[in-house]
C-alpha cells in the first residue's frame, strides 16, 4: 500500500462511499415546496447543474489500490453530465507530478482533486492551486499544511488495526490463552504504525489474547509469501493472523497451503476482490478483511462537483463541504461480502 497520513474527521461509512449516498437531495434550479425555508442552502444530487471542470492528479497505478483509485474517480465523473475530468497520467516522480497540476493551474480548472505521490513535496503546488482561486480536494496522503486544501478526504490507518483487533478478539473471546499474530506492511511508514497501534489498542480489551509475533512485509506478493513462511516456522500454534494488506496476503495465503496449516483464522486489510471471493468461497484460513475503500476516489468527485457548484451535502446542516472526511474501516466477512464485492479491486 502507498504512505498514507490518517486524518480524522467527519466519517462516512464504505457502504455509502460506494452507493453515492454521500450526495444527496435538491438543487438551486429546483421549485421550492410551499413553506420551505428561503434560507435552506442548494445541495447537490445527481440532476445536471453548473458545469464543472475537475482536474485529478493521481500517483501512478502500481498498486492494486491505486488502479483503483483512478478507475473510481473516472468512472464517477462519467456519472455527471455536468462535469468534466482533466485526468493525469499519474507519476511516481514528485517533479512530474507538480508539472501535471501546474499545468490543470494553467488549464484554470475549477477544482482540483489530487492524491500526491508525496504529500510534502507536493504541498508548494497545492499552495499555488489554493491561491489561484482554484480549491482543491486532498485524497489521502495529506499535504504538509491545511493551507493547501480545502477538504481532505482518505482512509483510517489506525481504524484498521482497530477494527481487525475488535474482530479477533470477539472471535476468540471464550479461548483462553489465545495467541495472534501479525504480518504488517513496510515499517518505515506512518502508515504501517497506525495500523500496528490500532491493532494492538484493541487487543487490549481482550485479557486472554497475547500478540506473539509480528513480521514486517513489504505490500507484495512474494515479501508476503516470505514471510509468512518465516512466522509459520517460528509460531507451531497460534488462532489468529492479521495481515496488513490484501495483496501481500496472496503470497501469505500460499505460504499457509503450503505448510498445510489450516488451525488459525486470517484477517486482512484495505479490500481486494481476491480477498472478497476468498471469503464468500470460504474454503481457506481467511475469513474476514477490513476496508481502505478505494471508493474514497468517487467520493472525493462527488465532494469536488458540490464545491464547484456552491452547494452542500444532504442530511448536513451546514452550508459548505466538510474540510476533512475520514472513510470507515467496515469489516467484510462472509455475512456481508455480497454487499462489498463490487468495490473489491484487482
Known amino acids: 500500500m502507498p504512505e498514507i497520513t490518517s486524518r480524522r474527521g467527519l466519517l462516512f461509512g464504505a457502504a455509502a462511499l460506494s452507493t453515492g449516498a454521500l450526495i444527496t437531495g435538491c438543487t438551486s434550479n429546483e421549485p421550492k415546496d410551499e413553506g420551505s425555508d428561503s434560507k435552506d442552502q442548494p445541495v447537490a444530487d445527481d440532476k445536471p447543474g453548473k ?16 488502479n483503483a483509485i483512478n478507475d473510481n474517480a473516472k468512472e464517477r465523473a462519467k456519472k455527471y ?34 492524491l500526491p505521490a508525496d504529500g510534502k513535496a507536493l504541498t508548494q503546488v497545492g499552495l499555488k492551486a489554493m491561491k489561484a482561486g482554484i480549491p482543491v480536494i486532498n485524497l489521502d496522503r495529506v499535504f504538509a499544511t491545511p493551507q493547501a486544501y480545502r477538504c481532505w478526504i482518505g482512509g483510517d490507518n489506525y481504524g484498521m488495526g482497530l477494527s481487525a483487533g475488535h474482530y479477533i478478539g470477539e472471535k476468540l473471546k471464550g479461548k483462553k490463552n489465545a495467541k495472534v499474530v501479525e504480518l504488517a506492511g513496510l515499517d518505515n511508514l506512518e502508515l504501517t504504525k497506525q495500523r500496528s497501534k490500532g491493532f494492538d489498542d484493541a487487543l487490549k480489551n481482550y485479557s486472554n489474547i497475547e500478540k506473539v509475533a509480528r513480521q514486517a512485509a513489504e505490500f507484495t506478493v512474494e515479501s508476503g509469501q516470505s514471510k509468512m513462511s518465516q512466522i509459520l516456522q517460528a509460531q507451531k500454534n497460534f488462532d489468529a493472523l492479521w495481515n496488513h494488506d490484501d495483496d501481500q496476503g496472496v503470497g501469505a495465503l500460499r505460504a499457509i497451503k503450503q505448510a498445510g496449516r489450516d488451525d488459525f ?8 476482490l481476491s480477498a472478497f471471493e476468498a471469503i464468500e468461497a470460504d474454503d481457506s484460513v481467511l475469513k474476514a478483511t477490513v476496508l481502505y475503500p478505494p471508493t474514497m476516489a468517487a467520493s472525493a468527485i462527488d465532494l ?33 461480502v455480497d454487499k462489498y464485492m463490487s468495490t473489491g479491486f484487482k
Request: proline share 2%; aromatic share 6%.
Open 304 to 336: 469536488a462537483r458540490a464545491l464547484g457548484q456552491g452547494k452542500g451535502i444532504s442530511g448536513m446542516a451546514e452550508f459548505e463541504i466538510p474540510s476533512f472526511v475520514t472513510c470507515y474501516s467496515a469489516v467484510v466477512d462472509k455475512e456481508n
Open 81 to 114: 453530465s455536468d462535469v468534466t475530468l482533466e485526468s493525469t497520467e499519474g507519476s511516481n516522480d514528485t517533479a512530474a507530478q507538480i508539472g501535471q497540476v501546474e499545468t490543470l493551474i494553467n488549464k484554470k480548472v475549477d477544482v482540483l482533486v489530487i
Open 265 to 272: 483464522l486470517m484477517v486482512g486489510g484495505a479490500g481486494a
Open 51 to 66: 458545469k464543472v471542470t475537475i482536474g485529478f492528479a493521481g500517483p501512478q497505478a502500481d498498486h492494486g489500490w491505486l
